[in-house]
């Protein structure tokens, strides 16, 4: 059973039929004991930083994602949800952030149109379970201001060009995160979608 | 590299599709799930629905659309007409719709655009501008369908848009729309220089040089097109292959 976390934030539902689509059972709650029996963990959301902390922490939802990576349990953020897994974002002020991965969220620094919104293609840096079957070139859909600055360079596992090197994937252990919606980035969207989905199979 | 979109753009009176489309792929043609699931399978980059649905009791059948669409369409799909207030945005947005378009209500009350995208982020709002140039040789921005001219200078008011907090631009040219000479190369530039929220260029689309022409001398973001693709005029796959072949960055 596939967790997502419901913390208030934005359109989740298409994670959800993603999922389904996929054929991985999964419920979207913020429930802890639920989220505590699930085999792993999905952290969606749009928004800003700075409201998604607060909204996480008001659902007394931190140590159940603080748990979940200590016992080894997958975790996907998507988006927002991979920025909240860095120390600090700086949207609205700087604010802490779940401090899982080491780094920084910063707003887009580049010439070009901010949000970065549309189909951009993937530079893969590392091998990673996350993209098997996926292509260096391959295209995903992003939509975002702020991206993350990982410390250890060593977790970015893709990246894509947007005048600025965007951190696209990063995985460390059994944390993962992408920058894109593969919920909104149809074949290859899936194929992602089904590789975490296998990373929860191998782990229960 | 960010890849231009390709935007194809479905009319919806009371649950159906309005123009005439004929594919025979397609069982049911006026269905706009039937259809929305064709032009993903085609390569559309994202989808706009429009609604035109005249009666206010009619729009419940639209956020069924969008649930069944949102269901069995794995692109990002926008859905405007008939949105006036926070509550018409978050049912839309609950029903499975990435993003919603304003017109009317957001020049009408600009704090639609701010809150909207305080609430829901700026990514989802996307702000539909109607352009028309006067006798002046000036873009003004009209409202209700294009009838009523609101004398507002449409460079400053997408700015404006961008200040308030609108993601995305959807210009339209009125003078364009429906001659199929393509888009207003002038009006897009203008825009897309102005702002740096991308823009969506619309109106006048009739063979494919001028989708060219509006991701690259109009500098547009994206391209929406409606009847060069419902009419089967050209496939979404003919025209991205058309782009490629002319140096643009297309996804396949």
Redesign the interface.
Known sequence: MIGIIDYGR??I??VE??LN?GGFENITTDNHDILRKCDGLILPG???FKDGMKDLEKRGLIPIIEEAVKSGKPLLGICLGLHLLFEFGEENGVSAGLGILEGRVERLTTS??????????LKIINPSPILDGIEDGD?F?????YQAHPVDKSIIIATC??GLEVVAVVSKENVFGVQF?P?????N??ILIQNFGKLVSKWS | MLKKRIIPCLDVRDGRVVKGINFVDIKDAGDPVELAKFYDQEGADELIFLDITASHEKRDTMIEVVKQTAKQVFIPFTVGGGIKSIDDMRNILRAGADKVSINTPAILNKKLITEGAKIFGSQCIVVAIDAKKNENGNYEAYINGGRVNTGLEVISWAKEVEACGAGEILLTSMDCDGTKDGYDLELTRLVSEAVSIPVIASGGVGNLEHLYEGLVEGKAQAALAASIFHYGTYSIREGKQYLIDKGVDIRW
Do not use: L
């Open positions: 934005g359109n539902s298409s039929t993603a689509k749009v928004g800003a070009f149109k901010i949000p970065h919104i549309g189909w951009n293609d295209d859909y992003f939509v975002h201001s060009d947007y919606h919920e909104k980035s149809s074949i969207g899936m």
